[in-house]
């Protein structure tokens, strides 16, 4: 039995923040961010998190593929939106999977998305492993991170059916080298000084590491055809595939100046964006550096030719909207409190015994088909809604996520609160049948148009900020093709 990654998936969030914005507003403070100015950070919407952006990663990994058959989801990120909850299961949830599965949670490190890939081969014996990794990292107002960081995931499904890439070796280092750390209750990360991390870290541990691997590798440096290092330092990914033999033409664009790093996701997102270009025989090493370092080689095979398209890293990065409005990201990401007015007082209180008697509709929009008259329709309920046929108990399970869609009314409100006004709503016609009325995101005056194409995302609908619950459903937003 060959395992091996089997499909791949990616997802960056549409809005790009102009870096030189964010510079510009501290140069009274901090003109030193002026190095950094160039470019722009993929940011999320107001309504995306760390597990919204690792569900739509996981469905354009799960193109194509039978759903049933994952038995483990892993999801790997050190910004997950509950610390007592399991992130991993709300995926599950949305991406309507089968109950009888592991799902684990791998957090606290920069690595933990490379470490949850190497378990995920590890794991794969038991059956296939959906493996994702996500980052929506919180940074303090004029810090390099700010500039530095962008929001993203990717996803792997790993087994032994055509294996598009398979892996051939790893290696790992655990150590306590502390470059940064964020303590329990606190909001930002404390990062140590630069020349000590580059020094010492990247440019001590990750030699020693590869120079081990290698070692136990069935193919040499001079063969790599991808080396993936996601690096801060400018030079150190160069350095450090030149210290280990690897040619210089193989190291692979960080993609900094066009999304940010994804902090322990970044190794993935850019394994995502390698694989969506890769060709069989290239060989790939990916380096994840946090507390030690992980090291994976893997091998690409002729299947990668046969796998459906996808949106992936490139269509995501494709389809961007340029942001310059700096104090609507601060805003969203809880750094600029406003007045938001009487109408943002509504008690958002969730009855848990509601959600999860009704989570297959609200987590995973599953609605109901008529197994009599072939009626769909959301939400499943004892009754058809066929006008001419209200059969009683006649409804099977059917999953409304994925279908195609387009707008049947919209409307676009100034009046209520929204953090992103206007508030767009509206009802949607799904292609299969089955209509539904929710609220729109990513929305622009260019979009809002009766017969628009669009997608069903899972979003945020609203926070409990009194008790910390983050509340989920569906939304529609406009379709975007396959790369």
């Known amino acids: 039995m060959t395992v091996g990654i089997t499909s791949f998936g990616g997802y960056v969030p549409r809005l790009r923040l102009q870096r030189a914005v964010v510079v510009q507003a501290h140069s009274w403070f901090a003109p030193g961010l002026r190095a950094h100015s160039k470019g722009e950070r993929a940011i999320c919407n107001w309504d995306e998190d760390a597990v919204t952006m690792a569900v739509e990663a996981a469905r354009d990994c799960l193109t194509g593929l039978d759903r049933s058959s994952v038995k483990t989801v892993i999801l790997a990120s050190t910004s997950l939106p509950f610390v007592d909850r399991q992130n991993s299961v709300i995926v599950k949830e949305a991406l309507n999977l089968e109950e009888s599965l592991a799902a684990f949670d791998v957090t606290s490190s920069q690595r933990a998305g490379t470490s949850a890939l190497i378990q995920a081969f590890a794991a794969a014996a038991n059956g296939p492993v959906l493996v994702a990794g996500s980052e929506h990292r919180k940074t303090k107002p004029g810090s390099e991170a700010e500039l530095q960081n962008g929001d993203a995931a990717a996803a792997f499904v790993v087994g032994d059916k055509d294996p598009i890439a398979v892996l051939k070796g790893s290696y790992s280092l655990s150590i306590d080298f502390v470059d940064h750390y964020r303590g329990a209750g606190e909001e930002y990360d404390y990062t140590w000084e630069s020349r000590w991390i580059r020094e010492e870290g990247y440019g001590k541990l990750v030699p020693k590491a590869l120079k081990a691997g290698f070692a136990t590798f069935p193919f040499k440096p001079a063969d790599v055809t991808h080396f993936i290092m996601p690096t801060p330092f400018k030079g150190a990914a160069e350095a450090t595939a030149k210290g280990a033999g690897i040619p210089a033409e193989a190291v692979r664009d960080n993609l900094a100046l ?36 992980d090291v994976l080689a893997l091998e690409v095979t002729p299947a990668v030719t046969k796998l459906a398209p996808r949106i ?55 609605g109901g ?78 979009d809002a148009e009766v017969g628009a194409a669009m997608k069903m995302v899972f979003r945020i609908r609203a926070v409990d900020e009194r008790r910390g619950f983050t509340k989920y459903f569906w939304k529609a937003a406009p379709a975007v093709g396959p790369a």
């Not at 995502?272 to 994840?288: E, F, H, R, S, T």
């Open 369 to 446: 088909r008529c197994t009599k008259t072939g009626t769909i329709q959301f939400p499943k309920t004892p009754f058809s809604v066929n006008p001419n046929d209200h059969a009683y108990n006649t409804q099977e399970d059917y999953p409304m996520a994925d279908l195609p869609a387009k707008i049947m009314t919209y409307t676009a409100d100034s009046l209520a609160f929204s953090p992103d006004p206007p508030l767009y709503f509206g009802t949607v016609l799904f292609a299969e049948g089955g209509r539904i009325t929710v609220d729109f995101t990513d929305m622009s005056p260019k």
């Open 312 to 366: 992936g890293i490139a269509g995501c990065l494709k389809n961007r909207v340029e942001e310059k409005q700096y104090t609507k990201f601060l805003f969203w990401t809880g750094n600029l409190p406003l007045e938001k007015g009487i109408r943002a007082e509504a008690e958002q209180q969730t009855a848990m015994s509601v959600l999860y008697r009704n989570r297959k509709s609200v987590m995973g929009l599953v």
């Open 258 to 293: 066009v999304m940010g790093e994804a902090a322990s996701a970044h190794p993935l997102v850019m394994l995502a964006d390698v694989l969506q270009v890769a060709k069989p025989g290239d060989k790939i090493v990916v380096v994840g550096f946090g507390q030690g370092v």
